[in-house]
């Protein structure tokens, strides 16, 4: 048995010592959905099948299961439905990518594919002609058809950068994970995908910051990244450490605390809080004084952060990882989890973060 398989394995065998409810978790914010939130469903479900992103009924029913089009329709309760159903698609497509480089042997075996389907994402050739950059290649045919140039860049950017924190994960995880938690939460900010799925909201409400407004809002964007990706490593701890997966919020504070998973899940939930609440004062801030684009944008913060919340809680998101005894979940995006075993195609020294706060910084002006 290979060492992957071996990881899954305890994975699945491991017994939570620490179920945390999802509502323990502060969340101050208003709950969003599509009036068309079943349609949107079955349009992401159906997208993947005749991409050939999943195969097989059990796929498809388990794709179905994961209910991705109730989460971006959570976070985008009033965007045009056609535009929601892009969004449920890319959020579908992002699920299985994340699934599929976790499995690839070797960093640059990760940065290699991503190069690819990074050209077929942003209008380039379909080179590789696997079901996942077939339907990058769809993605950007449709975008294209809908979306000016401006915001076509905005969106390329903010691949760029998840990709590249994607290359950065995997040599983080080849290298044992980071200690200082001041170099993992730049990462992690970026893994858990909101600042696409941002871009995707701004697209199908119609909402164009200005360069000025985009400066202003973009710590409150923070914000939100952080509250979803830290909700993730929160419930999912101790599942990414019985797979051996270093790569978690909750465990690099652990290495600070001399191993201590329970002071340190205690230290996480705390950081969760203190920055619902700091978001929260901010958007009601932007309420009172934020321009008409400010304002539908921080709404999107709201609805992206309740909605995540709200969304594993109906799905049992994190049940796998907290008592689930068959253990069948996994992985860092913000959907990922529920998303196992659905893709056809699965199968050094501390790196620095200071490329990843470049490309960062550069997403952030696009």
């Not at 000016?148 to 760029?160: E, G, L, S």
């Not at 200082?180 to 970026?190: G, I, K, Q, S, T």
């Given at each position: 048995?290979?060492?992957?398989?071996?990881?899954?394995?305890?994975?699945?065998?491991?017994?939570?010592?620490?179920?945390?409810d999802t509502?323990?978790?502060?969340?101050?914010?208003?709950?969003g959905?599509?009036?068309?939130?079943?349609?949107?469903?079955?349009?992401?479900?159906?997208?993947?099948?005749?991409?050939?992103l999943?195969?097989?009924?059990?796929?498809?029913?388990?794709?179905?299961?994961?209910?991705?089009?109730?989460?971006?329709?959570?976070?985008n309760?009033e965007?045009?439905?056609?535009?929601?159903?892009?969004?449920?698609?890319?959020?579908?497509?992002f699920?299985?990518?994340?699934?599929?480089?976790?499995?690839?042997?070797?960093?640059s075996?990760?940065?290699?594919?991503?190069?690819?389907?990074?050209?077929?994402?942003t209008?380039?050739?379909?080179?590789?002609?696997?079901?996942?950059?077939?339907?990058?290649?769809?993605?950007?045919?449709?975008?294209?058809?809908?979306?000016?140039?401006?915001?076509?860049?905005?969106?390329?950017?903010?691949?760029?950068?998840?990709?590249e924190?994607?290359?950065?994960?995997?040599?983080?995880?080849?290298?044992?994970?980071?200690?200082?938690?001041?170099?993992?939460?730049?990462?992690?900010?970026?893994?858990?995908?909101?600042?696409?799925?941002?871009?995707?909201?701004?697209?199908?409400?119609?909402?164009?910051?200005?360069?000025?407004?985009?400066?202003?809002?973009?710590?409150?964007?923070?914000?939100?990244?952080?509250?979803?990706?830290?909700?993730?490593?929160?419930?999912?701890?101790?599942?990414?450490r019985?797979?051996?997966?270093?790569?978690?919020?909750?465990?690099?504070?652990?290495?600070?605390?001399?191993?201590d998973?329970?002071?340190?899940?205690?230290?996480?939930?705390?950081?969760?809080?203190?920055?619902?609440?700091?978001?929260?004062?901010?958007?009601?801030?932007?309420?009172l004084?934020?321009?008409?684009?400010?304002?539908?944008?921080?709404?999107?913060?709201?609805?992206?952060?309740?909605?995540?919340?709200?969304?594993?809680r109906?799905?049992?998101?994190?049940?796998g990882?907290?008592?689930d005894?068959?253990?069948?979940?996994?992985?860092?995006?913000?959907?990922?989890?529920?998303?196992?075993?659905?893709?056809?195609?699965?199968?050094?020294?501390?790196?620095?973060?200071?490329?990843?706060?470049?490309?960062?910084?550069?997403?952030?002006?696009?």
């Amino acid at each position: 048995m290979s060492s992957t398989a071996e990881s899954r394995v305890s994975s699945r065998s491991a017994v939570t010592a620490y179920a945390i409810d999802t509502k323990r978790l502060h969340c101050p914010f208003t709950p969003g959905l599509h009036a068309e939130v079943e349609a949107i469903q079955a349009h992401a479900v159906g997208w993947a099948v005749a991409l050939g992103l999943v195969v097989g009924e059990h796929a498809a029913v388990r794709l179905d299961a994961s209910r991705v089009g109730w989460l971006v329709s959570r976070a985008n309760p009033e965007a045009r439905r056609e535009l929601v159903e892009i969004a449920a698609d890319w959020t579908t497509f992002f699920c299985l990518l994340d699934d599929k480089i976790e499995r690839l042997p070797a960093p640059s075996a990760v940065g290699a594919y991503l190069d690819e389907i990074y050209a077929a994402l942003t209008g380039g050739p379909c080179t590789r002609g696997d079901s996942l950059s077939g339907a990058a290649h769809d993605l950007s045919r449709r975008l294209h058809q809908i979306a000016d140039k401006p915001w076509r860049t905005h969106f390329a950017a903010r691949n760029r950068q998840l990709f590249e924190a994607f290359v950065l994960e995997a040599e983080v995880r080849a290298a044992g994970g980071f200690s200082e938690l001041r170099d993992y939460l730049p990462m992690r900010e970026v893994t858990v995908g909101i600042w696409v799925e941002l871009a995707l909201s701004e697209l199908a409400l119609g909402i164009e910051l200005t360069t000025r407004e985009r400066a202003e809002t973009h710590q409150i964007s923070r914000l939100a990244c952080n509250l979803i990706g830290w909700a993730n490593d929160i419930f999912t701890f101790e599942k990414e450490r019985a797979a051996g997966d270093p790569n978690n919020l909750v465990l690099v504070l652990a290495k600070s605390l001399g191993g201590d998973l329970r002071s340190a899940l205690g230290r996480a939930i705390q950081m969760h809080d203190r920055e619902a609440n700091e978001l929260a004062l901010h958007l009601a801030q932007i309420r009172l004084t934020g321009s008409d684009a400010a304002q539908r944008y921080a709404a999107t913060l709201g609805y992206w952060v309740r909605g995540h919340l709200d969304w594993a809680r109906e799905t049992g998101r994190y049940d796998g990882c907290v008592g689930d005894p068959n253990g069948q979940l996994g992985g860092n995006s913000c959907a990922s989890t529920c998303m196992r075993s659905v893709c056809p195609e699965s199968g050094a020294v501390q790196p620095s973060v200071k490329s990843l706060s470049r490309a960062s910084s550069s997403a952030s002006t696009a």
